[in-house]
Nanobody, 113 residues
Framework: QVQLAESGGGLVQAGDSLRLSCVASGRTLRGVFMGWYRQAPGKEREFVASIIGSAGIEYYADSVKGRFTISRDLAKNTLYLQMNSLKPEDTANYYC??????WGKGTLVTVSS
């Protein structure tokens, strides 16, 4: 069993930056698929970014490529999402996912124009 706890969301203006964190407990993140997803009001949850394997291969949705960076600290069992040049359309609840089956409760990011 894995427990995930996201933090770092908030209200920012367009162009600002935020860094989200996701602390995992119950299992090491080493070698485990880890990802960030988001769900905007009235929309379905969508993939944002992931990091996979011992090499830490990264994948990004086209909408965030070049602005967001996913990373992990295996010593701290923590996943990060650095979000730069935020846009109003990035407003959503951001969720951490582990092993494609465990979810956190989310952290809200609101970007004002």
């Amino acid at each position: 069993q894995v427990q995930l706890a996201e933090s770092g969301g908030g209200l920012v203006q367009a162009g600002d930056s935020l860094r989200l964190s996701c602390v995992a407990s119950g299992r090491t993140l080493r070698g485990v698929f880890m990802g960030w997803y988001r769900q905007a009001p009235g929309k379905e949850r969508e993939f944002v970014a992931s990091i996979i394997g011992s090499a830490g291969i990264e994948y990004y949705a086209d909408s965030v490529k070049g602005r967001f960076t996913i990373s992990r600290d295996l010593a701290k069992n923590t996943l990060y999402l650095q979000m730069n040049s935020l846009k109003p359309e990035d407003t959503a609840n951001y969720y951490c996912n582990a092993d494609s089956r465990y979810w956190g409760k989310g952290t809200l990011v609101t970007v004002s124009s």
